[in-house]
């Protein structure tokens, strides 16, 4: 990466910045403000974020895990510190206060002197600190131009031209938006804006180097880690160690940063609108330190392991990206890098220079313009802005200056932290300021310098002598005890002596010049305002007047912010106060507070308190007792309004208040939010007509004009209504006179009331009818139910009969081509041709599965099929599946084990048989190896029934969709065939025992399914009772069998299987060919084989018909494609065994060699 390269991305840098703050400027007041809160936290980030790059890393390389002292620090405040904040903030925005010297300075009598030794304090303080970020965009460019690199180029640019050029851009930015406002209190969206933007960039910078170089960008974490630990240059983990002094101090200074840092100050309280905004900030700014400070220790450690032991700590960020040649990220942080340089040069800049112009440089012309020219006055509208101009100026110059001191031997971390004590020196009169009465300005003066001069003795003098130097080795004139760097012996490292000693020094002189002097009576109101309630009586301000004119304060605000802004102003002062005062009137107390307080927001407390003295003459002690008495009333006066306005803003009702001049001078939200005022005439001193023409023009008062309106409204009269047209409100309105002839009056919504009364009184003028018109309803909706129960009775019964009929006329050639098909086989033996006839065998047998499966979901569906409930054991139910699958499983060198159960349960046998079968096919087609294990859990009064395999496995997405007709997964129809019917199956038996079925499943290593059975306490019952399993089959040969068909295909088919089988078969078309064959005085046949759906009789009946005519009880078996339940029943009351179409070979043999065995054959 080139010099220039760096250039590119500075410009893109600065461009984004000037669209941020442009875009920010354009908003309009109408824009949603619901993304301030996140706005205002993001700008409040922007010093912690800096500190990651340039503070972390270099101290937690060196000394551990110490640094995070600082976030702590941080984070109490916004945490355990919350409502301190919020008393800041609304005491800032109560006084006007700009920035922190006009806080401290606001709270010791408004005293300039003050003010000015917090400006010299903070400015002395920061300039090390804006240094260091110069330094570091130096070094920044060192790195990223690959100074460093023995290959690298001669033309490439020179950092110090690179470093020139930087501040040359960044004074530029600085000065010109050190300018736009010279109200400080005026909102900075477009400043926000830009903070806001470095604050993203350099936080998800951070993150993404994070996140890289622990994961992937020196090999996985188990790699990295190794190469860490076998490091000699990478800090060992026991030598992280934590020093409890030095983390105290760390956590000190980080929770005074939030507040004493100039920059941070304006932030924090100045740029605040709202408690919202800190309620945000209060969980935003922990959450975004922890996330970024993850990475700081991770980065300290893999640093020397990567890089070496010369490399700086402070640019890890960006010197491991640029070693790994991930360029991508390295220019993302060098972009995040720069950003926080260049923030901490331009906002602390831009602050500095407004407390400079306000506290030092402006005081000192103003008293010299009163000396010079008494009787005239001065125009410093244009004077301010140059002011600030040539602060920002100065500091940049003295910055560089120093940075070019510092330049090749610089601690980043130290010198942050030297910077960062010499903010603290503020700490103790700032806390004064907030909790200590008695304190003075005399004590905040004498401690502020006086911890000065040992942060300067402690901390700076150590860094402009070497090393070896006598006064650092030895102390002063050879004594130990005040050696700047152990002072009086204390032992520790140089930030905590330097802090120690310093802060001791600044609080015992603080106390001790405070209690040295009583407060002036400025400095006890000013307390009563930061501290406590004002309770001092304001009786003797009556007979005070100012010596001032309304035109000579006019006349000397206008000198700071312009003719036109201050006209505009006070009119609009005077309109909300509803005061009446002409140009060559005396000002009263609140002009005079007003315009202190207008002017604070351009100069500073101090500055205007002076201004304002020297505009109102050189009366002197007279003068400053009038001004003490005018800030006692106002405040009284402020806290008293505020007070009733909170009161007011809690009622429900709507308040107003009007003068008798029936002129708005005061109201409540509810007042505001009910009759939906514009903003224009949410203004004191509104005339009620103005209102009243609004609403008017706004179509509110239909029934009523103007004049009848405003009559209605001051009449006094008893409660009445109105509707608000726009928004369809009644609202009920009170109006009661006041004593000076004014006018309050209520609003009160009762909307709901009116349409509740309206309601009831409709309800009761039609109950009657309503009670006839629901009662016909009613009767109307049972007839309209029973018909369409009736309805549905007739459909169901419908499509249960259509289903047994269709299912008779589908399976009927299926049926026959398989018994053709089962006969050639036996017929053909071992034959060559024996393998083609399998072939049609299978497919017919596979055609039979689906066919069987659509007619199983069709009633399932239609509920044609109910389940008959028995309690049986489970264990004949598992030798049955073990018996029937253990083939399959062989056939796919699958092991099927079946673990026997005692297990008693309660459901329909056949229908659970059906649900297990379908689970353990599924398991071995899509196991392609390892086993298939079958089993019962017993879990208190269920028994949960569960199918393993170790097949291909199911996605967790996946779960629910396995369950759909003709839903199958790519993997699965690779490993068989099927159309993924039988998981929808299962689903629909389960639902009609209501089971519960639970799916369980890793991908790549199988599957489990379990089913959910209700557990029985009766014993099972007898083995004579269970279903007897169908014995191996025997020799049919002689076996005479009755086949009773009217399908000539069918009982072909039947005849040619039988006849191969041995079997002596009589072949019936109907049962007018049995009678005759009967009547012939026929053989009685050993075996019955009846279809049921026969053209005018059914199978049953012929049967019935045989047994009678041999007074025998011979065999029979029903050949039908009907599943129904009642035909199952009527069947068994008859004692025949039924065979569903299309008929299975192996079971028609099997039920042959059964009857064979049972009954004795004549």
């Known amino acids: 990466m080139t010099g220039w390269a760096g250039i590119l991305i500075a410009l893109l840098y600065f461009l984004l910045q000037y669209s941020a703050i442009k875009t920010a400027d354009r908003q309009t007041e109408t824009k949603s403000n619901l993304s301030r809160p996140f706005l205002y936290s993001l700008s409040v980030a922007a010093s912690g974020s800096t500190w990651l790059y340039y503070g972390s890393t270099g101290y937690a390389a060196k000394y551990g895990v110490e640094f995070i002292g600082l976030y702590i620090g941080i984070v109490l405040v916004f945490t355990l510190g919350f409502p301190l904040l919020l008393r800041i903030v609304e005491l800032a925005r109560s006084e006007g206060i700009a920035s922190i010297s006009d806080f401290i300075g606001a709270r010791y009598g408004k005293s300039f002197s003050v003010a000015a030794i917090v400006t010299l304090i903070t400015t002395i303080g920061l300039i090390p600190y804006i240094s260091l970020q110069m330094t570091a965009i130096h070094y920044l460019f060192d790195v990223f131009g690959g100074v460093y690199d023995p290959h690298r180029h001669n033309d490439e640019m020179d950092e110090h031209l690179l470093v020139l050029l930087m501040v040359l851009g960044i004074g530029y930015f600085t000065i010109t938006h050190s300018t736009r406002s010279t109200d400080l209190t005026d909102r900075n969206d477009g400043l926000l804006h830009a903070l806001a933007v470095d604050t993203v960039i350099k936080f998800v910078a951070f993150l993404f180097i994070g996140i890289a170089v622990t994961t992937f960008l020196f090999g996985p974490p188990a790699e990295v880690l190794h190469r860490v630990a076998s490091s000699e240059a990478a800090l060992p983990v026991p030598q992280m160690n934590v020093s409890a002094g030095n983390l105290i101090a760390l956590v000190l200074i980080g929770a005074s940063s939030v507040l004493l840092l100039p920059s941070q100050f304006y932030l924090t309280v100045v740029e605040n609108r709202s408690a919202k905004e800190l309620r945000t900030a209060r969980w935003f700014i922990p959450l975004t330190l922890l996330l970024a400070g993850l990475f700081v220790v991770p980065l300290a450690r893999i640093g020397p392991a990567i890089l070496g032991e010369h490399a700086s700590a402070d640019f890890y960020f960006l010197s491991l990206p640029l070693h790994a040649g991930q360029y991508w990220l390295a220019v993302m942080a060098f972009a995040g890098g720069l950003s926080a340089a260049t923030t901490m040069v331009i906002f602390p800049s831009i602050v500095l220079s407004v407390m400079i112009s306000n506290d030092l440089l402006l005081p000192v012309l103003l008293k010299r313009a009163s000396r010079v020219s008494p009787n005239q006055t001065t125009n410093f509208a244009r004077t301010i802005p140059k002011l600030r101009r040539a602060a920002v100026l100065g500091i940049l110059l003295v910055a560089l200056a120093y940075q070019f001191t510092i330049i090749g031997h610089v601690d980043f971390t130290g010198l942050a932290l030297v910077s960062a004590i010499a903010m603290m020196q503020l700490l103790p009169p700032f806390l004064g300021a907030l909790f200590w009465r008695r304190g003075t300005a005399r004590g905040a003066i004498w401690g502020m310098l006086g911890g000065f001069c040992f942060w300067v003795y402690t901390m700076i003098l150590p860094t402009m002598l070497d090393t070896t130097s006598f006064l650092l080795t030895d102390g002063p004139f050879g004594l130990s005890v005040f050696r700047p760097q152990a002072l009086f012996g204390l032992d520790a490292s140089t930030y905590v002596n330097g802090l120690i000693w310093s802060l001791s020094a600044n609080l015992t002189l603080f106390v001790i010049g405070s209690l040295s002097k009583s407060a002036t009576p400025l400095e006890r109101i000013q307390a009563s305002a930061f501290i406590a309630e004002n309770t001092h009586s304001l009786s003797a301000i009556g007979s005070l007047q100012p010596s001032v004119t309304v035109d000579q304060l006019k006349t000397t605000i206008s000198k700071y912010i312009g003719g036109e802004q201050t006209d505009n102003a006070f009119a609009a002062f005077h309109r909300d106060e509803n005061i009446s005062l002409e140009g060559a009137d005396p000002a009263d107390f609140k002009t005079v507070h007003f315009s202190e307080q207008l002017l604070s927001g351009i100069v500073g407390s101090p500055s205007a308190r002076m201004i304002l003295s020297l505009a109102m003459g050189p ?172 309805s549905a009775e007739e459909a169901n019964i419908g499509k249960t009969r259509f289903l047994a009929d269709a299912g008779h006329d589908i399976l009927q050639p299926l049926n026959a081509a398989r018994l053709y098909a089962s006969s050639l086989m036996e017929r053909l033996g071992n034959s060559s041709e024996k393998e083609l006839v399998n072939n049609v065998d299978t497919s017919l047998e596979a055609v039979e599965s689906i066919i069987n499966a659509l007619l199983d979901i069709s009633r399932l569906d239609t509920g044609a099929l109910k389940p008959v409930i028995s309690v049986f054991c489970l264990d004949t139910l598992l030798q049955q599946i073990a018996r029937d699958f253990s083939p399959a499983a062989r056939e796919k060198g699958l092991k099927l084990r ?73 993997d699965g129809m690779r490993e068989s065939d099927g159309l993924g019917l039988g998981l929808s199956i299962v689903e629909r038996i389960a639902k009609v025992l209501d089971l519960a079925i639970v799916v369980q499943s890793t991908v790549g290593m199988g599957s489990v399914f379990s089913v959910t059975l209700p557990a029985s306490k009766l014993p099972s019952p007898p083995a004579n009772q269970e279903l007897m399993m169908l014995r191996p089959p025997g020799a049919l040969t002689g076996l005479l069998v009755l086949c009773i068909d009217d399908n000539a295909q069918s009982l072909a088919g039947m005849r040619e299987l039988l006849t191969t089988w041995g079997c002596n078969v009589l072949s019936m078309n109907g049962g007018n060919a049995l009678r005759a064959y009967c009547l012939e005085h026929g053989a009685a046949p050993d075996v019955v084989l009846a279809d049921y759906n026969l053209e005018e009789e059914n199978g049953l009946e012929l049967v019935r018909f045989v047994r009678e005519h041999f007074a025998r009880e011979i065999p029979a078996a029903l050949i039908t494609a009907d599943r129904s339940d009642p035909l199952r029943e009527r069947a068994t009351a008859q004692d025949v065994s039924i065979i569903n179409k299309p008929v299975r070979p192996a079971v028609l043999r099997a039920l042959l060699s059964h009857f064979r065995q049972t009954y004795t054959v004549e």
């Open 619 to 790: 009366t002197g002690i007279a003068q400053r007792r009038a001004q003490v008495l005018l800030d006692h009333a106002t405040g009284a006066l402020a806290q008293n309004r505020h007070l009733l306005q909170i009161a007011l803003d809690q009622m429900d009702q709507g308040i107003s208040v009007f003068d008798p001049q029936f002129r708005l001078s005061c109201w409540n939200t509810q007042f505001r939010l009910i009759l939906d005022l514009p903003k224009e005439l949410q203004r004191m001193g509104t005339p009620l007509r103005s209102i009243v023409y609004c609403l008017f023009e706004r179509g509110d008062l239909a029934g009523f004009t103007s004049q009848t309106f405003v009559e209605r409204f001051t009449g006094f009269a008893a409660p009445w209504r109105i509707k608000l047209k726009n928004t369809g409100q009644t609202i009920e309105i009170r109006s009661n006179s006041m004593p000076d002839g004014g006018l309050v009056t209520t609003f009160t919504d009762v909307t709901s009331v009116v349409n509740a009364d309206r309601l009831l009184r409709q309800t009761n003028e039609s109950l009657e009818l309503r009670v006839r018109d629901r009662t016909k309803e009613l009767t109307r909706a049972n007839q309209q139910l029973a018909n369409a129960q009736r």
């Open 898 to 970: 079946v673990v026997s159960s005692s297990a008693v349960v309660v459901t329909d046998r056949n229908l659970l048989r059906r649900l297990i079968q379908n689970l353990v096919s599924n398991a071995i087609k899509y196991s392609r190896s390892g086993s298939v294990l079958v089993g019962v859990r017993r879990q208190g009064a269920t028994v949960k029934f569960q199918v393993f395999d170790t097949g291909i496995g199911i996605p967790t997405s996946k779960l629910e969709y396995i369950f759909r007709e003709f839903a199958r997964l790519s």
